[in-house]
């Protein structure tokens, strides 16, 4: 019997796939800024086609969350079918699940996925406007059932003190971040990255597990960046994440994509548009600022 082509590699005889694809599983933001909307531009910057599955509708602007309306399971499992019967996906991120019953119907549908596509799960809890974005119900079932099944976890510090709970006292803030981060690996991805927006110093930690060295993981990768206080941040978690999965779509390291991840989801903090809305504006990781008033070509 002949060896099975690799991930990304055409059936013998079909011809090469120039396109790379992604798929998203998250909720959409009415204001364009986060969700699906942020998670589909992120792909296209990296020149990958993106596909989606949404598993919540929210009524959002940049000043909070206004309604949640979560998505039927099986319509939620239905849309990652379709896009699976037709289409080749090359990653998958995870975002916004919402309810429990949405959570493992996810879970499902990862399943179903072939066994070496990448899946980066970003654990969306709480929007940026502070609404809460997963029942409490449903963390549980996302720590069980979709975690385990992560190459790469992107959580934030909130998120990733949510997920372990309780923590001995750190000696300070890098302590803490560094302790979170191996936590949250012993709760069962490949890799994690503890994002780097919610600390004093803007340096995402990127810890994987098979580097063991008998302690939860070898030793923790800094990924620096730079902290732009007058950019417009909402949307930035969604970006990185969703860049992160585009890389790794393109056959990339964990760890090269979180670097371009960091990379690139600053440079759209930077860039945001702060003009739109009273609350924070969303990230610009296409550029659109600067396309602003641009007339058509001939």
Same mark, same amino acid.
């Given at each position: 019997?002949?060896?099975? @082509?690799?991930?990304?590699? @055409?059936?013998?005889?079909?011809?090469?796939?120039?396109?790379?694809?992604?798929?998203?599983?998250?909720?959409?933001?009415?204001?364009?800024?986060?969700?699906?909307?942020?998670?589909?531009?992120?792909?296209?910057?990296?020149?990958?086609?993106?596909?989606?599955? +949404?598993? /919540?509708? *929210?009524?959002?602007? *940049?000043?909070?969350?206004?309604?949640?309306? @979560? +998505?039927? !399971?099986? +319509?939620?499992?239905?849309?990652?079918?379709?896009?699976?019967?037709?289409?080749?996906?090359?990653?998958?991120?995870?975002?916004?699940?919402?309810?429990? !019953?949405?959570?493992?119907? %996810?879970?499902?549908?990862?399943?179903?996925?072939?066994?070496? +596509?990448?899946?980066?799960?970003?654990?969306?809890?709480?929007?940026?406007?502070?609404?809460? =974005?997963?029942?409490?119900?449903?963390?549980?079932?996302?720590?069980?059932?979709?975690?385990?099944?992560?190459?790469?976890?992107?959580?934030?510090? !909130?998120?990733?003190?949510?997920?372990?709970?309780?923590?001995?006292?750190?000696?300070?803030?890098?302590?803490?971040?560094? &302790?979170?981060?191996?936590?949250?690996?012993?709760?069962?991805?490949?890799?994690?990255?503890?994002?780097?927006?919610?600390?004093?110093?803007? %340096?995402?930690?990127?810890?994987?597990?098979?580097?063991?060295?008998?302690?939860?993981?070898?030793?923790?990768?800094?990924? $620096?960046?730079?902290?732009?206080?007058?950019?417009?941040?909402?949307?930035?978690?969604? *970006?990185?994440?969703?860049?992160? &999965?585009?890389?790794?779509? =393109?056959?990339?390291?964990?760890?090269?994509?979180?670097?371009?991840?960091?990379?690139?989801?600053?440079?759209?903090? /930077?860039?945001? =548009?702060? $003009?739109?809305? &009273?609350?924070?504006?969303?990230?610009?990781?296409?550029?659109?600022?600067?396309?602003?008033?641009?007339? !058509?070509?001939?």
């Amino acid at each position: 019997m002949s060896a099975a @082509p690799e991930r990304g590699a @055409p059936e013998p005889g079909a011809p090469e796939r120039a396109i790379r694809v992604a798929l998203t599983i998250a909720g959409s933001d009415s204001g364009g800024g986060a969700g699906i909307q942020a998670d589909l531009k992120a792909f296209a910057r990296c020149g990958v086609h993106g596909t989606c599955a +949404i598993t /919540a509708i *929210t009524a959002q602007n *940049t000043v909070g969350v206004t309604a949640i309306h @979560p +998505i039927p !399971p099986e +319509i939620v499992l239905a849309q990652v079918r379709a896009v699976l019967a037709d289409i080749h996906v090359d990653a998958v991120k995870v975002g916004m699940l919402g309810t429990a !019953p949405v959570t493992l119907a %996810v879970a499902r549908a990862l399943d179903e996925l072939p066994a070496d +596509i990448p899946v980066v799960v970003d654990p969306v809890m709480v929007a940026e406007s502070g609404a809460r =974005l997963l029942d409490r119900d449903a963390q549980r079932a996302l720590v069980e059932e979709i975690l385990p099944r992560a190459i790469v976890l992107t959580p934030n510090l !909130p998120e990733a003190r949510v997920l372990v709970g309780e923590l001995p006292e750190a000696a300070g803030e890098d302590e803490e971040a560094e &302790a979170l981060a191996r936590a949250v690996l012993a709760l069962g991805p490949r890799v994690v990255v503890l994002t780097g927006g919610h600390r004093a110093r803007a %340096v995402d930690l990127f810890l994987d597990s098979r580097d063991r060295d008998g302690d939860g993981g070898g030793a923790v990768v800094p990924i $620096e960046g730079v902290r732009h206080p007058d950019g417009a941040a909402h949307g930035s978690g969604c *970006t990185h994440s969703s860049v992160l &999965a585009a890389q790794l779509a =393109l056959d990339r390291s964990p760890l090269d994509a979180a670097r371009t991840a960091r990379a690139l989801a600053g440079e759209a903090v /930077a860039g945001g =548009l702060r $003009e739109l809305g &009273a609350g924070p504006g969303p990230v610009d990781v296409i550029g659109l600022g600067g396309l602003a008033g641009m007339a !058509p070509a001939d």
